[in-house]
Every structure is written in C-alpha cells, then in structure tokens.
C-alpha cells in the first residue's frame, strides 16, 4: 500500500509566517512610499508627503555690505542644502533656490523642468565677505558636483540642470575666471563644461522648495552632490 505525503506541521507553520511577513513588509511600504517616492522622482507640487518651508519661504534679512554669490550645480535641493551644511554659521547670511539665465518671466518649477524656458536651477547665496570669499565659494562649488557634464548632473538631464556661474561685477567675473581655469587644469583634466556668464534676473522658487532637505531629509538628492576630496588649488 502506497502511503499518501500529508503535510507537517512544521511546513504549514513557516507557510504561515512567510505569508505574515510579506503582508508586514506591504503595509510597510504603504506607509513610507510618500518618502521612498519623493527620493526617486523629482514632485511639481507639495504631495507626496513633501513639507513646504514652515518659514513660508520668506527671505532671512541680509545686512548692509553682504555680498551675492549665483552658481547653478544641478538640482538646487542638494546644492542648495550642501551649501548650507558647510557654511552656515560661518557668515551665510541665507541662500536662497531659485530661476535664472532665461527667457520667461516668473518661471514655473513645471516650466523650467520642461527645459523650454532656458533658465537653470539655480542657488543664490548671501554672505558676509569679511568671513567667507567668493573664491572659497566656487572652489566649494567645484568640489560639490560633476562640471565636466553639459546640462546634466547624474541622471537630471535637460539645460536646466547645467554648471553655471553668474557673476556680478567685474571683480567676481575674473575671480570666477580664474577659479574655473584652475579647477579645469588641476582638478578635472580640461573636461570642465561650466558656464561663466553675468548674472541675469532672478526669480525665487516656490516656497517648498525652501529648504527642501531639511524639511524632507528623505528627499530626493543628485548623486553627483558630494564633497570631493582635491588638493588646494595652486
């Protein structure tokens, strides 16, 4: 006589605990997609459990003789936020994301991320000049992101994401000149692509892009934003 399997008890337990924890694991999910979502895909708005500037996006108060720095690295949330980190208390009065060197006036994030507007995501920021020089901040900038990529920073695509630098006045353009001639020859072998234009018109972002890392330290973050390790400049 044949003797038919039957199934152990032992199976059917471990059957049963896979099945609980896929169950765990989905609701999981369900409740951390806004954050999982917001890192992978860039929002035109503020869902996706993405938190707007509590500050409503207002501008801090800069004192008399602060000096204006423009530069452009990519997605201005990570350029922005690496700025803040390593200047803040240090004489960064503020810095401020926003739209510049285009065509359209008062430029929508919708509008510029089409590409068709001409502007890029920029990063204007406000510094007290006996602390910080313009020059430690282009340096800092060729060390935060990839110039040598023509309207892109990892995989951002689109003239909108370009290196850029937009000076004002004379001193700034031959600092930034020269900071960019240096960079090129010392640190990324004549591969630079980065733009060094006049700075143009600006147009602040929307509020909730004020900030946006630290409102939403799960954000979304370029991974082409890091600190590079380089020799000083000679």
Not at 3 to 9: A, E, K, N, V
Not at 48 to 63: C, E, F, N, R, V
Request: aromatic share 12%; charged share 20%; proline share 6%.
């Amino acid at each position: 006589m044949t003797t038919q399997p039957t199934d152990s008890p032992s199976a059917n337990t471990t059957t049963a605990q896979i099945l609980i924890a896929s169950g765990i694991a989905i609701l999981a999910m369900a409740f951390t997609m806004p954050s999982f979502a917001s890192r992978l895909f860039r929002p035109f708005g503020t869902r996706l459990g993405i938190t707007a500037d509590s500050s409503g996006g207002s501008a801090a108060a800069i004192p008399e003789g602060a000096e204006t720095a423009t530069v452009a690295a990519g997605c201005f949330w990570g350029v922005e936020h690496m700025y803040r980190k390593h200047f803040d208390g240090k004489g960064l009065y503020d810095a401020r994301v926003g739209y510049t060197g285009g065509d359209v006036s008062n430029p929508s994030y919708r509008a510029v991320c089409g590409g068709q507007t001409g502007h890029a995501e920029s990063l204007q920021l406000h510094y007290d000049p006996a602390q910080i020089t313009y020059r430690q901040l282009l340096e800092f900038f060729y060390k935060l992101h990839d110039p040598t990529t023509a309207n892109r920073q990892g995989p951002d695509a689109g003239p909108q994401y370009r290196s850029a630098i937009y000076f004002h006045g004379s001193e700034q353009e031959a600092v930034a000149r020269e900071v960019t001639r240096q960079a090129n020859e010392q640190w990324y072998k004549g591969a630079v692509k980065t733009e060094v234009a006049p700075a143009g018109r600006w147009w602040d972002a929307e509020d909730y892009h004020q900030r946006y890392l630290h409102h939403n330290p799960a954000g979304y973050e370029c991974p082409t934003h890091f600190l590079r390790q380089f020799p000083p400049l000679q």
